[in-house]
């Protein structure tokens, strides 16, 4: 990227590996900050929730860590968000993994087990296939036909909203695979992971960051 690199605010609630996807960001050209402090965050370009572990567990962490507001008035700026595997789980609004946990509610819908004979979790490279209209979500620019991306997971999400579904992969059955509501990005895969295609993905957030959707780089 040419100029100044956009702040990006890593949301550090203190569980799991935090600072892969902080990494990733920085590798495609962001100046990516591991933060829980709240001046840092509202003052951030854009917003990353990423997340490893139990949905509840991980809820509890955000909460304690006095993030909570943090997210819903990141969402409510129009900041672009991104949320990565449990991080995106906790934008809907419950979880059958723990279901006394409240969930963020930012995507309305519900976190449920995966709906296969296969076994549990699904971890592997998977094959995404776009949603309807979503092929030219600019988080997909540059990344072809059915990109592969890595996932480790049981669960994923269902939203009341069906059209808000980006892209879905198969595995023993259609499993939902990344969403987009409004400027609210979400992955159930870890894009920090998936190599090229997964690069490709952040430095197109890393891009809406800048302000230059769609843009070519000079």
Known sequence: MIGERPLIAVLDYGIGNLRSAQKA??????????TADHGLIA??????LPGVGAFG?????????GL???????????????GICVGMQMLFDASDE?????????IPGTIRWLGTELPRPQMQWNQLAYGDGHADDPMFADLGHGPWMYFVHSLHGVPDDPSVVAATCEYGAT?????RRGTVFATQFHPEK???????LLANFVRSASGRDGEDEA
Do not use: Q
Not at 194 to 200: M, Y
């Open 25 to 34: 960001l920085e590798h495609v050209g962001a100046d990516a900050r591991l």
């Open 175 to 179: 499993v939902n695979a990344a969403f």
């Open 57 to 65: 567990a991980c809820m509890d962490a955000l909460r304690s860590a």
């Open 98 to 106: 723990d279901p006394h946990a409240r969930g963020l509610g930012v």
């Open 68 to 82: 909570e507001d943090e997210v819903h008035a990141a969402v409510a700026s129009g900041r672009p968000f991104l």
């Open 43 to 48: 003052e951030a370009d854009a917003v990353v």
């Open 194 to 200: 998936s190599g090229e295609h997964g690069l490709a």
